[in-house]
């Protein structure tokens, strides 16, 4: 039987959103979580990617401090890799995506829902942002409601730290 590779955690110095543990495999980041205890982020991976997880600041530097960095609002995107390959096929084709909307920009369920081809599927689209198991990286804060509203938040304090990072990024609210 063959060892599956290990999956990396690490943990950021203090952000203005609180201290955020990120994970990656040997192909990228897959996972960010913040105000979560130690064991339950392993837990979680352990459930999840079925794979060891290992602590390792050094393997989890990167996205570390280009997480740190943007929350700070000293950057705008993040140069690590991305690992896809642990997502079931529609949400990986939802947060890819989600992904690719700019920084300082929002779009709508909807719109994503059409861009994945599934223009009836936005409540799905709704459901994939909320299991993003890479929020920030992935940006769902960045898609709202039709109305311009915004809709649910899972990270934080919900909907207010989605305004709060949309503000960060200058994205214009109604």
């Known amino acids: 039987m063959k060892i599956k ?3 990396f955690i690490g943990k950021t110095s203090r952000t203005p959103l609180g201290i955020f ?3 990656m ?8 979580e913040w105000d979560q205890a130690r064991a339950d982020f392993e837990r979680c991976l352990i459930q999840r990617l079925k794979r060891p997880v290992i602590y390792s600041p050094g393997e989890t530097s990167l996205p570390r401090l280009e997480l740190t960095s943007y929350l700070r609002g000293d950057s705008r995107a993040f140069s690590f890799p991305i690992d896809w390959s642990l997502l ?3 949400q ?7 992904y690719a909307i ?8 909807a719109r994503i829902a059409e861009q994945v081809r ?3 599927a936005y409540r799905a689209v709704g459901r994939a942002n909320a299991t993003n198991p890479m929020p920030l990286v992935v940006p769902c804060h ?3 409601g039709m109305d311009g509203k915004l809709r649910g938040y899972g990270g934080g304090e919900g909907v207010k730290t989605k305004e709060w990072l949309l503000k960060l990024e200058g994205a214009a609210l109604i």
């Open 5 to 7: 590779e290990p999956v």
């Open 21 to 23: 543990w990120v994970a």
């Open 25 to 32: 495999t040997e192909r990228g980041l897959t996972a960010v």
């Open 88 to 90: 079931r096929p529609f």
């Open 92 to 98: 990986r084709a939802v947060l890819e995506a989600v």
């Open 102 to 109: 700019p920084y300082g920009e929002t779009t709508t369920y």
């Open 118 to 120: 599934r223009p009836l």
């Open 142 to 144: 960045r898609v709202i």
